[in-house]
């Protein structure tokens, strides 16, 4: 498929502003809902311009014509504190986790060179999977030996521990001759998930109602609740995990020919792949940890934009991840408006998808020589 850079760059532009469009529609919608009166009384109080208690304007809000003053100023207090501390971080960690399951999903399904690849058949997931549980059943254990500041993010630093682990056990595992196999790389992935898979299901099976409830929420997915210091690490981290994505951009096109041929271009194919599998481990885990399992993002998203412009990674990376961030977005506030997790939200947008790429791809589905 040739690739039109006019396109890309329509195709870019147009995921830029839906994003802006959606991201501001998730601000105004949710469990409740603002009227764009309401959001203007909001920022009006954040800045400061009902110091003066009769400085109200003539916006009531719903059910408040009977407030006074005093009332109307706490009522405004309430909204603020749900726009700027739960929902203004709810949306900013929807954005980052999409950026980092799109823009992973594109560069593992670079390194593999299969579309059907998605980043938790290299075990990062699985491996989160087994951290997190182990800090809901054995937390009270944890709290005796750390500091009473890293109890809010043990099951996020087990979670990102955990992912780590069983990806370097798979890097490991797929070294042959001191070189990566990535053959080798996606069937020690497929062990790891299974042994994992295994850990996870003799954990649950000793647990309390309490702790199985918990995980089962966990592995859902959520992206409610998040606190600033929560969006500061997962700012930090995925930002800087996906500006080295951008620098790899061309050398992932030149890795496509194949790793002779790449070879014989030039590249390091060996440091390309450490790279690849080291930025998305630390945007997948940092994701997973945070906000649970979020299945299909980093399948579906790449394939999408590799259907629309092209296999070129200088604009599929950008696309993919804003195309995530999008679909992240939309899933979340429909998961809020039905009142479910958002993990289930998207797995019901991506299984059919998968199902319909399976079928589609199955004739061309082999090993990479």
Same mark, same amino acid.
């Given at each position: 498929m040739i690739q039109s850079k006019s396109k890309s760059g329509l195709?870019?532009? =147009?995921l830029v502003a839906t994003l802006i469009f959606i991201a501001v529609a998730n601000l105004f919608f949710s469990y409740q809902d603002f009227s764009l009166l309401q959001m203007i009384e909001i920022l009006r109080y954040k800045i400061g311009a009902y110091e003066n208690l009769n400085n109200f304007s003539s916006i009531d809000f719903e059910a408040a014509n009977a407030f006074d003053a005093e009332d109307k100023l706490y009522h405004l207090d309430s909204l603020s504190h749900i726009l700027f501390n739960l929902r +203004?971080?709810?949306?900013?960690?929807? =954005?980052? +986790?999409?950026?980092?399951?799109?823009?992973s999903g594109a560069i593992l399904q670079g390194l593999f060179r299969n579309p059907l690849v998605d980043p938790g058949f290299i075990g990062i997931s699985s491996g989160a999977g087994v951290g997190a549980i182990i800090g809901i059943m054995f937390g009270h254990f944890f709290d !005796?030996? #750390?500091?009473?500041? #890293?109890?809010?993010?043990? =099951?996020?630093? !087990?979670? +990102?521990?955990?992912? #780590?682990i069983t990806t370097i056990i798979v890097y490991k595992m797929s070294k042959v001759y001191n070189k990566t196999n990535i053959m080798v790389m996606l069937l020690s992935g497929i062990a790891i998930n299974a042994l994992a898979g295994s850990i996870i299901g003799f954990l649950i099976s000793v647990s309390s109602d309490e702790q199985m409830r918990m995980f089962t929420f966990w592995g859902m997915g959520n992206l409610e609740s998040k606190n600033w210091t929560q969006v500061f690490i997962s700012c930090v981290l995925i930002l800087c995990s996906f500006f080295m994505v951008l620098k790899i951009k061309k050398?992932?096109?030149? #890795?496509? !020919?194949?790793?002779?041929?790449a070879y014989q271009l030039g590249l390091n194919v060996e440091s390309l792949k450490k790279k690849i599998i080291v930025v998305a481990s630390v945007m997948v885990g940092i994701s997973v940890a945070f906000c649970g399992m979020i299945g299909f993002i980093g399948l579906v998203t790449p394939h999408l934009i590799r259907l629309l412009i092209g296999p070129k990674h200088n604009y599929l990376i950008p696309c993919s991840a804003l195309l995530g961030a999008i679909l992240i977005l939309i899933s979340e506030l429909i998961a809020k408006k039905i009142n479910i997790p958002i993990g289930v939200i998207t797995s019901a947008i991506g299984a059919p998808f998968f199902i319909w790429l399976i079928f589609s791809q199955k004739g061309r589905i082999g090993y990479s020589e």
């Open positions: 195709v870019l532009t =147009i +203004v971080p709810s949306i900013i960690m929807c =954005i980052l +986790v999409g950026l980092g399951l799109g823009s !005796l030996y #750390f500091p009473e500041y #890293f109890g809010p993010f043990l =099951i996020s630093l !087990l979670a +990102v521990t955990g992912g #780590f050398q992932l096109d030149i #890795f496509m !020919l194949g790793d002779a041929e």
